[in-house]
């Protein structure tokens, strides 16, 4: 998704937020951090962190509109030879080893919040035969005219769901509405032998347990689910897919420099085990 750090006004209100419980126990959580009208809840269960009084999805589109949000930066405008690109360029080709060792091209790879296409473009080079989702129309139509690239512009549950090899969501799972479905959604484009990656930052790291409340990560407005391994491999489960190896060292280069994400990937469990699913979800109601 897009970067950050361009969405200092205006203030939300209390009126643009609302309450929202765990996505896998559909409990409230309790409260961690404070940050108005925003609050950092634990859900005491399966101990799933979240944002809760959260922005509606209304707000959020507000937020998303904001012209600012997916222009210019890193995926758009800077200069190929910039240090931003550079560590893209790391972390794309650090990405594409990584996967490469589970699922090697060639193959049909599929990037969620594929931006402006660089990764979708690094991807076709390495032998993918790639497509990409993206909901912002600039970048689904810079990826469609300068990259000569497949992207349907929407929402991933609208867009076609045939299957493929490779899912990739790079920094997306955290701003999802609710990554439990969106995980079932790519459940559901997994080739058999398929594999997904993903990169999140988690709140296990330790750039958050030393900050706490003040983790630049933390970002209420748009960051509303804070994973950890433990809970990712939870989520992750619960939508008929198995994390197969983690990648949190910020000196391996799908992970450069980053020292509060991690990059995972997995593949789907060999049987989807839909009626245990819904008996276990009816139980949680
Ligand atoms: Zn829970």
């Not at 409260?31 to 108005?36: A, E, T, V």
């Not at 600039?138 to 609208?158: I, K, N, P, Y």
Request: hydrophobic share 40%; with cysteine; net charge positive.
């Amino acid at each position: 998704m897009a970067t950050d750090d361009v969405l200092a006004e205006p203030a939300w209100q209390a009126g643009d937020t609302e309450s929202v419980c765990c996505c896998v126990c559909y409990l409230p959580g309790e409260p961690l951090y404070d940050r108005p009208p925003f609050g950092v809840v634990r859900c005491q269960v399966c101990r799933l962190v979240f944002v809760s009084p959260r922005l509606t999805a209304t707000a959020l589109q507000r937020l998303y509109d904001r012209p600012a949000y997916f222009e210019g930066g890193v995926y758009g405008t800077q200069s190929p030879r910039s240090p931003a690109m550079l560590l893209q360029r790391i972390w794309m080709a650090g990405r594409l080893k990584a996967i490469g060792a589970h699922r090697a091209p060639p193959g049909r790879l599929l990037e969620i919040g594929s931006g402006y296409g660089l990764f979708l473009g690094a991807a076709r080079q390495a032998g993918w035969q790639v497509r990409g989702v993206e909901l912002s129309r600039t970048g689904a139509e810079h990826s469609r005219t300068a990259g000569q690239l497949d992207v349907f512009c929407g929402q991933l549950a609208e867009s076609p769901n045939e299957p493929v090899d490779v899912v990739c969501f790079w920094d997306t799972l955290e701003h999802v509405p609710d990554p439990l479905e969106f995980l079932r959604q790519v459940r559901l484009r997994l080739a058999p032998g398929g594999v997904f990656a993903l990169s999140v930052p988690y709140f296990s790291s330790l750039p958050s347990r030393i900050l706490r409340s003040k983790w630049w990560t933390l970002k209420p407005e748009q960051h509303i689910w804070h994973l950890t391994p433990a809970t990712l491999q939870l989520i992750a489960a619960r939508a008929g897919l198995v994390i197969a190896s983690v990648i949190s060292s910020p000196l391996r280069p799908a992970n450069a420099g980053r020292t509060d994400s991690l990059v995972a990937i997995g593949r789907a469990l060999p049987t989807p085990r839909t009626a245990d699913r819904a008996t276990t979800d009816q139980g949680a109601r």
